[in-house]
């Protein structure tokens, strides 16, 4: 897929001077998330769930899904990011299930229909279009499936980029931006707090947005 784009070259450079263990973690609330809202692997036929995750940087949400049973397709725009998820997926024994694929989401999405679309904290400083990038995740839910937005609704003060720079939108707002017709049951569309841990093990309380849609056709 083509990566040769301004998206590529920036996160790139940002993960190849990023400490590789940043990120390996599963986030928190997609890991509630998924835990409460898909708790079992599995698609709609009963077979092993399909998963897609969408800008996974280090890979965190996509090996936790894959230790879970997930079959995950995990998308980044940085080579240096999906390669650290390869080789973390081989060292955790799961690397049949997880399968690391470039993409600038904002010019090619994979083909295909997945049980599980979650994107986490998708952001990026650049000009892309998002809102556009979210609905194509919503076509790409297979009936029966999950979508999962996790977004910041706030920043905590170590992150790189300053809350004076945006706007956050409501979680109703990223629902509203979706565009979906009927056909969809909002299974969760709030904005909770919790406790964040910076780099050097700080603390501060920031909120998130987490938007969970089932497809019910
Ligand atoms: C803020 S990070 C979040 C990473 C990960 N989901 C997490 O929660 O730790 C945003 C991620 O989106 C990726 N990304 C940004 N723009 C992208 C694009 N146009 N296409 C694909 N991935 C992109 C970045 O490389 C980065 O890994």
Redesign the pocket.
């Known amino acids: 897929m083509p990566t040769d784009t301004d998206?590529a070259a920036f996160?790139e450079q940002?993960?190849a001077r990023l400490d590789g263990a940043w990120?390996t973690h599963p986030?928190p609330v997609v890991a509630e998330a998924v835990t409460a809202l898909a708790p079992e692997a599995r698609g709609a036929s009963g077979a092993p769930g399909t998963a897609l995750d969408?800008?996974?940087?280090?890979g965190?949400?996509a090996l936790w899904l894959a230790a879970r049973g997930w079959d995950v397709t995990a998308?980044?725009?940085?080579p240096t990011?999906l390669d650290r998820v390869a080789e973390r997926a081989r060292a955790a024994g799961v690397a049949d299930r997880v399968h690391p694929v470039a993409?600038?989401?904002?010019r090619t999405f994979p083909a295909g229909t997945f049980d599980l679309v979650g994107a986490?904290?998708?952001?990026?400083p650049?000009d892309?279009p998002r809102d556009a990038v979210l609905r194509r995740a919503a076509g790409a839910v297979a009936p029966h499936g999950l979508l999962l937005i996790v977004e910041h609704a706030s920043f905590a003060p170590w992150s790189w980029r300053s809350e004076d720079e945006v706007r956050f939108p409501t979680p109703d707002e990223t629902l509203a931006s979706l565009r979906l017709g009927d056909g969809w049951r909002v299974e969760r569309c709030d904005a909770p707090q919790r406790t964040a841990t910076g780099p050097q093990g700080q603390t501060a309380t920031v909120t998130d947005n987490v938007i969970a849609l089932r497809r019910n056709t």
């Open positions: 998206s996160w940002h993960y990120g986030n969408l800008g996974c940087g280090h965190g949400d998308v980044d725009v940085a990011a993409h600038d989401l904002a986490a904290y998708f952001h990026t650049l892309i």
